[in-house]
């Protein structure tokens, strides 16, 4: 197509009109919503960093090595650490990531790819949905009626089981998500090459998925470790180590930094009080690092 025949093509088209400049209505409109949403993407940002600047500043100044390495204070007693619940914690939540992880992913996989329109997958779906709006303590009444009244005690086992229903509908409909958004043309080239749906889903869709999957795995480790009302009813709290002398005290009450903020926020001595700050901080770091490193994992796997 020569100039004069381009030039006939788009004879209709006003281009002076579609230029950017600020003469033009539609060009003020766009920046006028830029600046807008720019405004409101500040605002919305301003309770995350105001918690943050704050928890640095009040916690900040107490932390230490000691903090990780001994147990909490008893009243009048000054100093101490955390060390026992930020195990504790790790534990908990490891419990709770062994039992959601797995289940959550293999009930995407039969959601995704095997029975997306079965009634089975409708049930499941339907059950996963009703549980992300689940109040948490119903959770940890859940674990206390199945786990702690079947063990005979508090411990880190039924925590992990409270956190696992928690985290469960997350890892369910973001894994499926994920698994959907997959391109069609790529299970039908590795069935045109003889591949069977298990090893489709085994060698294309999951791998493809991952990124995906990590997120919602990275964003239902996060809300586990910040939940106290369900390890209240669960792991309740210990001022010992879980493992101490080589011995493992796993089915006895376990110390977790969500309760042990909201134990020692509400006491009236400034050190317990100092101390939650510390934890609360320690808390947003170990989640932030989650975060990052779920992050890293899912861009590697883009790359790859």
Request: proline share 6%; charged share 10%; with cysteine.
């Amino acid at each position: 197509m020569n100039t004069a025949e381009i030039a006939t093509e788009f004879s209709d088209v006003d281009f002076p009109r579609l230029e950017r400049s600020l003469r033009h209505p539609r060009t003020l409109f766009s920046i006028v919503l830029s600046i807008g949403t720019g405004v409101a993407t500040i605002i919305a940002c301003v309770p995350l960093f105001s918690v943050l600047i704050m928890l640095i500043y009040r916690g900040g100044k107490k932390l230490s090595l000691a903090l990780f390495t001994e147990l909490p204070p008893t009243a009048f007693e000054e100093g101490g650490g955390f060390g026992n619940a930020i195990v504790g914690t790790i534990v908990i939540v490891s419990i709770a990531a062994a039992i959601a992880i797995p289940v959550g992913i293999l009930t995407a996989v039969f959601l995704a790819e095997f029975g997306p329109q079965s009634k089975t997958a409708s049930i499941a779906r339907f059950c996963a949905k009703t549980l992300t709006g689940l109040p948490s303590i119903l959770a940890g009444v859940f674990a206390y009626a199945a786990i702690v009244l079947a063990t005979g005690g508090y411990s880190a086992p039924a925590g992990g089981v409270a956190l696992a229903l928690l985290m469960l509908p997350t890892v369910i409909l973001t894994a499926e998500e994920s698994m959907r958004m997959v391109p069609v043309k790529m299970k039908e080239a590795a069935i045109g090459m003889g591949c069977t749906p298990t090893q489709v889903a085994w060698k294309i869709v999951l791998p493809t998925a991952l990124p995906g999957i990590l997120t919602g795995v990275m964003l239902a480790v996060a809300r586990a470790a910040g939940e106290t009302a369900p390890l209240l009813f669960t792991a309740l709290f210990s001022n010992y180590w879980i493992f101490e002398d080589g011995s493992s005290q796993v089915m006895e009450p376990t110390a977790s930094l969500a309760v042990f903020i909201y134990n020692f926020s509400g006491m009236p001595f400034e050190n317990q009080i100092e101390m939650a700050w510390a934890a609360s901080l320690i808390l947003v770091l170990m989640v932030l690092t989650i975060n990052i490193i779920g992050q890293i994992i899912s861009s590697r796997a883009k790359v790859s």
